[in-house]
């Protein structure tokens, strides 16, 4: 496969030929070759089943070539069990697809639990969970929905609903600061920023931010650090901010991007994670209908904007990435009014050369040895210039409807550029 283009050729851009089938990449780096000796040499059961289906996408092959080997095999078998089930019978008859499945698999299956099963496997209830059937990934690496948000697999084996709880039963202190962001936003500039104003000098954080991100770390990490606190997460404002944070008036910055620079460098970073590896179109739209981890980015800025106009003397300090490349030294210095420390102007000047893509970049292999996480498979660049890497496929971003709802969102919308 050859590129005529200035974006970079992927290896898992390329579908290897296996006996005469076009076949995705393997997400494991295994031999394709060696796999299929494998699987054929595989040990089977009685009990077995198999669901065997075409994919979505097209670096399986030939569809009719696929159909006529399943027709010629139930033709030479027709003794063999199969349930032919067609995505259109499913979605038009449910339960009587469970009832055929049960027969087939000779369980016992009342009418109320194909009923049940039915109704907890619509679209409905499972359209949240998109990037799943298109994850090349192990079990563990798969999104869940909590409470209305998409949210990527815990790295370190927690309940998400458990971790909920315990975000929400913290103990607060008084000089607690939260970074809230949707990711890619540009948290980790701003996290070193606040690092370096706490600290009153211009030093690193030796902590990369996922150490102290409120989804991410226990509950004995999130009560024993030592104050003052800085944290970061990429939560709903519903599932993190509690009445106790309202009553301590616990600290905000806020940050947000451009929607178009956010789904680029979104899916740049998903790409360089080695199971992932979905078309930019297809992953583009999941953003607008905010089924990417971490859910809509439209809803997150809402539910921004609704706490600051139901809460407006809490102390929040909100920053576009945009500003902060345009007036670095103005936001560093918003955000040492807000967490009410001394910062004399050289600091601040100090710090926004010290925070600058240069020189953020030339810390990027000291970080990574800190990223302590499963999920980090090999090295991610933190710092990329996305625009470098651009494609027209985010102009899909201006249809008007998405357009309309960010444009609900005015507190935010003026101070973003080029959307």
Not at 48 to 66: L, N
Not at 133 to 157: A, H, M
């Amino acid at each position: 496969m050859s590129s005529t283009s200035n974006e970079p050729v992927y290896v898992s851009d390329i579908a290897p030929m296996v006996k005469d089938q076009a076949l995705s990449p393997h997400p494991y780096g295994l031999d394709w070759e060696q796999h299929l000796a494998d699987i054929q040499s595989l040990t089977l059961h009685h009990n077995d089943v198999i669901i065997c289906a075409y994919p979505k996408a097209v670096s399986f092959g030939d569809y009719v070539r696929y159909l006529q080997q399943m027709e010629t095999f139930m033709k030479e078998n027709p003794d063999h069990p199969v349930v032919n089930v067609s995505f259109e019978e499913t979605k038009r008859d449910p339960v009587g697809v469970v009832r055929r499945l049960a027969e087939l698999m000779q369980v016992d299956a009342s009418e109320k639990l194909c009923e049940d099963i039915a109704v907890a496997c619509s679209f409905q209830k499972m359209k949240m969970f998109a990037m799943n059937e298109k994850s090349n990934g192990p079990e563990n690496i798969r999104t869940f929905l909590v409470k209305d948000q998409v949210l990527p697999p815990q790295p370190f084996g927690l309940d998400w609903e458990q971790q909920v709880v315990n975000i929400q039963s913290m103990k607060v202190r008084d000089d607690d600061l939260i970074i809230c962001a949707y990711p890619k936003a540009g948290t980790h500039w701003l996290w070193e920023m606040c690092h370096m104003l706490l600290h009153g000098r211009v030093e690193y954080e030796t902590r990369a931010k996922e150490h102290l991100m409120m989804e991410f770390v226990s509950k004995d990490a999130l009560a024993n650090d030592d104050s003052p606190r800085i944290f970061n997460t990429h939560l709903y404002f519903s599932l993190f901010m509690t009445e106790k944070m309202k009553e301590k008036k616990v600290k905000l910055v806020h940050v947000y991007r451009n929607p178009k620079d956010t789904v680029m460098s979104l899916y740049f970073h998903y790409r360089q994670l080695l199971w992932h590896s979905q078309d930019l179109r297809e992953f583009v739209q999941e953003f607008l209908r905010g089924e990417v981890s971490f859910g809509d980015y439209v809803r997150y800025l809402q539910q921004m904007e609704t706490f600051m106009k139901e809460n407006p003397d809490h102390p929040v300090v909100n920053v576009s990435f945009e500003e902060t490349k345009r007036d670095p030294v103005g936001v560093v210095r918003r955000l040492a009014e807000l967490m009410k420390v001394d910062a004399s102007e050289k600091l601040c000047e100090d710090i926004v050369a010290a925070c600058s893509f240069q020189k953020m970049k030339m810390v990027d292999d000291t970080l990574k040895q800190y990223l302590q996480t499963p999920l980090i498979t090999f090295s991610q660049k933190l710092y990329r210039k996305g625009k470098d890497q651009m494609s027209d496929v985010t102009n899909d971003m201006r249809i008007e409807g998405y357009k309309q709802r960010l444009s609900k969102n005015h507190m935010f919308v003026k101070s973003i550029q080029g959307y």
